[in-house]
């Protein structure tokens, strides 16, 4: 496979083939997010409040694997720009070693951790168990997840977005079919409730996985997994963290905004949470199909500038910039027309769904500004600078917010939690800006 074609291809071309397969990806990934919470909550109100209590772990589990991958690709996708091939080759083969510690890692711990966290949120002893149930199934599958992102992110440096397309979609079908089959049971599965629900992920998951490791078994890459550099490099190692703990940073922190937002929303009342959780299910389809724009341009601007092409970097990143707001464009649209209809895929309580339309519309007006910081964190990560692409997501996610809803909801109640929103996008757009500019014109000197 040539990746050469990633610095001589015409811009505009070129990212739409590297990001319309990871954006119809995305796409179909937020669909089975909005699925898999519709069956749950179909199961019970408490169902769904346990889903929406494991989800910051459930994210946590995503941000290191999905985070570590990031750094390989960035590494990756640097020397192959640089023609630097047995460096690539190293950074693959120690990002998969590292990739299985990460998984087994977070498998054994996260399962023995979920007993003793969701008692701090709920005092509902059916959430907590209903929780811990699908923990326990859902963590034990941490490994695959890890492994399936070491494999997603190391085609997609070498420009093979097509592949990556079809081994997500494979996985997010399989587990929508398999959904209501295994929690409801029908055909030849039992009836498992919301232990089928974190089943069927498990086994889309898997399904991914064995497509990426039966397509490198076939397929030519100029980057390969070497016997001979499994092991562990203090200075390869460091390469590969100084872009993968950032960027794992940077996807945990909405798990701790989250878990502090849920603190604040309880003294309120338990409508206000769910009302969170599934604001939270809903947004992954503005901000999954962003972040597959993202995906596409990682690649190509680590690419262009390993290979010296500083003015395509530029374009390349005016260029996502502008899709992205285009897609929170329509995102801010949608929730302000139809806010209850929403809500009501997935609560039928009159209040609950009036508390979550009123969240809907007053968050959303921060979807179109926060274009900005999308774009430049994911710049920075695919230019390797992952440290100023955490200060952006820092900003976004815990600096500003967190005590802002807290000061707010002192005055204002619940409204203060929900327009903390939107005045931590704009204060986060302004920094990205200053961040972005720095860093851009330091490297250029």
Not at 179 to 203: K, N, Q, R, S
Not at 214 to 238: D, Q, S, T
Not at 263 to 281: E, M, P, S, T
Not at 327 to 336: D, H, K, P
């Amino acid at each position: 496979m040539d990746d050469r074609f990633m610095k001589e291809r015409p811009v505009f071309p070129l990212l739409i083939s590297m990001a319309l397969p990871m954006v119809i990806s995305m796409l179909v990934n937020s669909l089975y997010n909005i699925v898999d919470s519709y069956f749950v909550a179909r199961i019970s109100e408490d169902a769904f409040a346990a889903l929406s209590l494991v989800f910051p772990i459930q994210n946590l589990i995503n941000a290191v694997t999905i985070g570590f991958g990031i750094g390989v690709n960035a590494v990756i996708a640097y020397h192959l720009g640089a023609n630097e091939l047995e460096r690539a080759d190293r950074a693959a083969s120690q990002g998969l070693t590292l990739s299985l510690v990460h998984g087994l890692v977070l498998a054994a711990g996260c399962i023995f951790f979920m007993p003793r966290f969701l008692p701090l949120f709920s005092d509902s002893a059916a959430v907590v168990d209903l929780g811990v149930r699908y923990a326990t199934v859902a963590f034990a599958f941490a490994p695959v997840i890890s492994f399936g992102m070491f494999y997603e992110k190391l085609f997609q440096a070498v420009g093979s977005m097509r592949l990556t397309m079809i081994a997500m979609l494979c996985g997010c079908v399989a587990n929508i079919i398999l959904d209501p089959m295994m929690i409801y049971g029908v055909g030849p599965f039992p009836e498992m409730g919301i232990e089928g629900a974190a089943l069927a992920t498990g086994i889309g998951q898997t399904l991914s996985l064995v497509i990426y490791l039966v397509a490198y078994k076939k397929r030519p890459l100029r980057v390969r997994v070497r016997r001979k550099f499994l092991r562990p490099e203090g200075k390869m190692a460091r390469r590969l963290y100084a872009v993968g703990v950032p960027a794992a940073l940077n996807l945990a922190l909405p798990s701790i905004l989250i878990s502090a937002l849920n603190g604040i929303l309880a003294a309120f009342g338990q409508a206000y949470i769910l009302a969170l959780g599934v604001y939270y299910k809903l947004q992954t389809f503005l901000y999954l199909t962003a972040n597959g724009i993202v995906q596409g341009m990682r690649p190509l601007i680590g690419y262009n500038y390993g290979a010296g092409e500083h003015a395509r970097v530029k374009r390349i990143y005016d260029l996502v910039l502008l899709m992205s707001a285009c897609i929170m464009v329509v995102g801010t649209a949608l929730f302000l027309a139809a806010p209850k209809w929403l809500m009501g895929l997935f609560a039928e309580d009159p209040a609950t769904i009036e508390a979550g339309a009123t969240a809907l519309r007053i968050i959303s007006a921060g979807f179109i500004v926060s274009a900005v910081s999308v774009t430049s964190s994911g710049a920075l990560e695919g230019l390797g600078m992952g440290t100023p692409s955490l200060i952006i997501s820092l900003f976004r996610y815990t600096v500003v917010i967190i005590p802002v809803a807290f000061i707010l909801s002192r005055f204002f109640g619940v409204y203060g939690v929900w327009n903390a929103f939107w005045i931590s996008e704009v204060v986060a757009a302004i920094i990205s800006v200053i961040v972005y500019r720095r860093c851009v014109t330091a490297k250029a000197q």
